[in-house]
């Protein structure tokens, strides 16, 4: 009888580059289900300092320094509830599958982009690394 089970689905993957870095307020490795780290990684984008945590607008010259990590649906909707997406025209981060290369493999990742609005005074993350932006501040968390 032939097996009529379904394919493994692959992990969802994230890219996580602010608060839920490892270490960060929203560490991510905090999170339940846990995740399982795949890869330090960077992303083409721009990166935004709004205060007491950053914003990414994909695309452009630039990169921002993250993390990306395999994820249960389960922490799929705990990571939208921190990010407070709803999918409405007004929500702060807006969700986006970007291809990242992870140790020179192309992955399909989930990333939260900042709503462009939110952004518009904001200053620039000139090394697209929030937490070496924030050395130079009293951080909030420890800097792993």
Same mark, same amino acid.
């Given at each position: ?32 289900? #846990? #995740? ?36 249960? #649906? ?71």
């Amino acid at each position: 009888m032939p097996d009529e089970s379904m394919p493994a689905r692959p992990p969802r993957c994230v890219f996580v580059y602010g608060t839920l870095r490892r270490g960060g307020s929203n560490d991510i490795t905090r999170q339940q289900p #846990p #995740p399982r780290f795949v890869g330090a990684a960077q992303v083409a984008g721009v990166l935004y300092d709004l205060g007491a945590y950053p914003g990414m607008v994909l695309g452009g010259d630039g990169w921002v320094v993250g993390e990306v990590y395999a994820i249960e #649906p389960a922490l799929e909707a705990v990571l939208d509830a921190i990010e407070g997406v709803e999918g409405k025209p007004g929500d702060e981060y807006i969700r986006q599958e970007v291809v990242v290369p992870v140790a020179g493999q192309p992955m399909a990742c989930l990333v939260y982009e900042i709503n462009r609005q939110r952004v518009v005074s904001a200053p620039v993350i000139v090394q697209g690394d929030w937490f070496k932006a924030m050395s130079g501040k009293a951080p909030e968390f420890p800097v792993i």
